[in-house]
């Protein structure tokens, strides 16, 4: 009976190669069928607020970034892109009521803050635009050991509203609500409103008022699109594509166009 | 037996352990199957089940997906097959007189234990990796640091599995039992270490108590590997269940214990 000797040198060590490159090939399967399904339905959803500028907007020609951003995502896709607009992403506070499913879209956008919660709904990112609230008040007066109430104007959505509330009402503050910036702005000159949360971008022209920043986790940060938890051949075609257009300039020119800041300014 | 000398029988020893499983074909097949069927097979088909449905939604908020949360958990599963199971040499080893001629030799036995350890340890390691191999599928990011991290934590996880396996190798004298025997102890700590069902992170631990049987939830406490995966857990996806320097502790102390208790009953053989 002949035995077989043992392989010696690094023939010896072939089976551990092997083993590597079968578990590195194999973690290149597509983990899901999102992708799968997107493309058979030829387009995806994006469920978006009806007014968030400058990431949404009601103009045609000038839709608002993330329309724009998601648009040339589909286009490079080669598939169509919906907005769903839906409007209890702009009244209500708490994103429980917003109603967003699966069924009803495909990812989540229109000035997404990427924030801890956000992430712990969805597979939120990459960042790709700064959004955030600022305080404006008399002299930078802060929120706590003041009287009199806060105007709020909320562009972004994923901001963690709940916690907000709770905010204003440890340092006693009454809230209102704005849906416009001007409006908010209109309220502040004409002293209806003592204070307000709202983007740095607010143009605000009343004497005497300053900009201060909030505390964690409303101070300016990122905003970028979500996507529903566990589409990962989906979203990682779409990170794909996003880091495309951020080597090429694409992103930056849209940023300018909306004056939106990069989020490494 | 001195200096050098020591060294270079310290490493003979190891490297013929490393050498003979790492080309061992049949238990390749084990490290790669392992992955395969617990993260691609078992993760994906359940993923669906713990994925987000609905943005707000309370059930089932956790910042990872299902194959993100049992991923760090099969690392940990294929380190402590692959330590054990080299420690299964020992059987061999004893069986065919080569363990003799080793404690007949003037290499100390404290030597001879902590060469084989040490290769468990080292296979063990290469085995981890070998999950990690597969860390795209899962959606699990690899930089170097947590790369780093988990080399580390996957040693010393390999170090303390490998002391066990001696231990467990050294009260048994027939391979077939050391098989039984080791299924025996790696699957109930492997299922009670929290590392197929997620507990929800906003869950105090009242509502822990309310959600799951107060039984399973002392034995999974009580399981020291509950808090390695958590470690795990807390390098490869970044988010832990308790606190960060628990998981370091409990690893510490059990390779310290581990190996203390191998060396007392290596020196009894």
Same mark, same amino acid.
């Given at each position: 009976m002949r035995r077989t000797a043992p392989k010696t040198g690094w023939r010896a060590w072939a089976p551990l190669a092997l083993a590597f490159t079968l578990c590195a090939a194999l973690g290149h399967l597509p983990p899901d069928a999102s992708l799968r399904d997107i493309k058979r339905a030829g387009l995806f959803r994006v469920c978006v607020p009806a007014v968030a500028s400058p990431w949404i907007t009601t103009d045609p020609t000038r839709p608002g970034f993330d329309i724009e951003v998601l648009r040339v995502v589909a286009q490079r896709m080669d598939l169509g892109m919906t907005p769903v607009a839906v409007s209890e992403m702009d009244n209500g506070i708490n994103p429980r009521s917003w109603g967003l499913t699966r069924a009803r879209c495909d990812m989540i956008a229109g000035g997404?803050? +990427? *924030?801890?919660? *956000?992430?712990?709904?969805?597979?939120? /990112? %990459?960042?790709?635009? *700064?959004? /955030?609230?600022?305080l404006f008040s008399a002299d930078g007066a802060p929120l706590e050991g003041q009287d009199g109430t806060v105007g709020i104007y909320l562009v972004g959505t994923g901001t963690d509203r709940l916690a907000l509330g709770r905010l204003l009402r440890r340092a006693g503050r009454a809230a209102q609500v704005f849906d416009h910036p001007e409006a908010l702005a209109d309220a502040l000159a004409s002293g209806q409103i003592e204070?307000? +949360?709202? %983007? %740095?971008d607010l143009e605000v022209t009343t004497p005497g008022i300053e900009i201060s920043d909030l505390p964690a986790p409303f101070e300016a940060g990122g905003a970028g699109p979500g996507f529903w938890k566990g589409d990962r051949s989906f979203s990682e075609e779409v990170r794909r594509i996003l880091r495309r257009m951020e080597a090429q300039g694409t992103l930056s020119t849209l940023r300018q166009a909306y004056g939106i800041a990069s989020p490494t300014e | 037996m001195r200096g050098l000398a020591l060294l270079d029988a310290i490493r003979a020893v190891w490297w013929r352990e490393v050498r003979r499983t790492l080309t061992d074909r049949g238990q390749l097949v084990?490290?790669?199957?392992?992955? !395969?069927?617990?993260?691609?097979?078992?993760?994906?088909g359940l993923n669906p089940w713990f994925r987000g449905e609905t943005y707000g939604d309370l059930r089932f908020v956790v910042p990872f997906t299902y194959l993100q949360f049992i991923f760090p @958990?099969? !690392?940990v599963l294929n380190i402590l097959y692959a330590a054990i199971q080299s420690a299964s040499s020992l059987i061999w080893d004893r069986k065919f007189g080569f363990l003799r001629e080793l404690l007949v030799s003037p290499m100390p036995r404290t030597a001879i234990l902590l060469a084989k350890v040490l290769a468990g340890t080292t296979i063990a390691v290469v085995h981890g990796c070998l999950v990690l191999a597969i860390s795209r599928i899962a959606g699990v990011s690899l930089g170097w640091d947590t790369l780093l991290m988990a080399l580390a934590l996957m040693a010393a996880l390999g170090f303390a599995a490998t002391c066990?396996?001696?231990?467990? @190798?050294?009260?048994?004298?027939?391979?077939?039992?050391?098989g039984v025997f080791s299924n025996a102890v790696i699957l109930p700590l492997y299922f009670t270490a929290g590392s197929v069902f997620p507990i929800d992170p906003s869950f105090s631990r009242a509502q822990t108590l309310m959600t799951y049987p107060a039984w399973l939830v002392t034995v999974v406490e009580a399981n020291p590997l509950t808090y390695a995966v958590d470690t795990m857990r807390g390098v490869l996806i970044g988010w832990q269940e308790h606190a @960060?320097?628990?998981g370091p502790t409990v690893i510490g102390t059990s390779v310290i214990v581990l190996f203390a208790l191998a060396a007392y009953r290596f020196s009894r053989l």
């Amino acid at each position: 009976m002949r035995r077989t000797a043992p392989k010696t040198g690094w023939r010896a060590w072939a089976p551990l190669a092997l083993a590597f490159t079968l578990c590195a090939a194999l973690g290149h399967l597509p983990p899901d069928a999102s992708l799968r399904d997107i493309k058979r339905a030829g387009l995806f959803r994006v469920c978006v607020p009806a007014v968030a500028s400058p990431w949404i907007t009601t103009d045609p020609t000038r839709p608002g970034f993330d329309i724009e951003v998601l648009r040339v995502v589909a286009q490079r896709m080669d598939l169509g892109m919906t907005p769903v607009a839906v409007s209890e992403m702009d009244n209500g506070i708490n994103p429980r009521s917003w109603g967003l499913t699966r069924a009803r879209c495909d990812m989540i956008a229109g000035g997404l803050a +990427i *924030t801890g919660v *956000t992430r712990s709904f969805l597979d939120a /990112g %990459p960042v790709w635009g *700064t959004a /955030g609230l600022v305080l404006f008040s008399a002299d930078g007066a802060p929120l706590e050991g003041q009287d009199g109430t806060v105007g709020i104007y909320l562009v972004g959505t994923g901001t963690d509203r709940l916690a907000l509330g709770r905010l204003l009402r440890r340092a006693g503050r009454a809230a209102q609500v704005f849906d416009h910036p001007e409006a908010l702005a209109d309220a502040l000159a004409s002293g209806q409103i003592e204070a307000a +949360i709202a %983007p %740095p971008d607010l143009e605000v022209t009343t004497p005497g008022i300053e900009i201060s920043d909030l505390p964690a986790p409303f101070e300016a940060g990122g905003a970028g699109p979500g996507f529903w938890k566990g589409d990962r051949s989906f979203s990682e075609e779409v990170r794909r594509i996003l880091r495309r257009m951020e080597a090429q300039g694409t992103l930056s020119t849209l940023r300018q166009a909306y004056g939106i800041a990069s989020p490494t300014e | 037996m001195r200096g050098l000398a020591l060294l270079d029988a310290i490493r003979a020893v190891w490297w013929r352990e490393v050498r003979r499983t790492l080309t061992d074909r049949g238990q390749l097949v084990g490290g790669v199957s392992r992955p !395969v069927l617990w993260v691609i097979v078992l993760g994906i088909g359940l993923n669906p089940w713990f994925r987000g449905e609905t943005y707000g939604d309370l059930r089932f908020v956790v910042p990872f997906t299902y194959l993100q949360f049992i991923f760090p @958990a099969v !690392v940990v599963l294929n380190i402590l097959y692959a330590a054990i199971q080299s420690a299964s040499s020992l059987i061999w080893d004893r069986k065919f007189g080569f363990l003799r001629e080793l404690l007949v030799s003037p290499m100390p036995r404290t030597a001879i234990l902590l060469a084989k350890v040490l290769a468990g340890t080292t296979i063990a390691v290469v085995h981890g990796c070998l999950v990690l191999a597969i860390s795209r599928i899962a959606g699990v990011s690899l930089g170097w640091d947590t790369l780093l991290m988990a080399l580390a934590l996957m040693a010393a996880l390999g170090f303390a599995a490998t002391c066990l396996g001696i231990v467990l @190798a050294i009260s048994l004298r027939e391979f077939e039992s050391f098989g039984v025997f080791s299924n025996a102890v790696i699957l109930p700590l492997y299922f009670t270490a929290g590392s197929v069902f997620p507990i929800d992170p906003s869950f105090s631990r009242a509502q822990t108590l309310m959600t799951y049987p107060a039984w399973l939830v002392t034995v999974v406490e009580a399981n020291p590997l509950t808090y390695a995966v958590d470690t795990m857990r807390g390098v490869l996806i970044g988010w832990q269940e308790h606190a @960060a320097w628990i998981g370091p502790t409990v690893i510490g102390t059990s390779v310290i214990v581990l190996f203390a208790l191998a060396a007392y009953r290596f020196s009894r053989l």
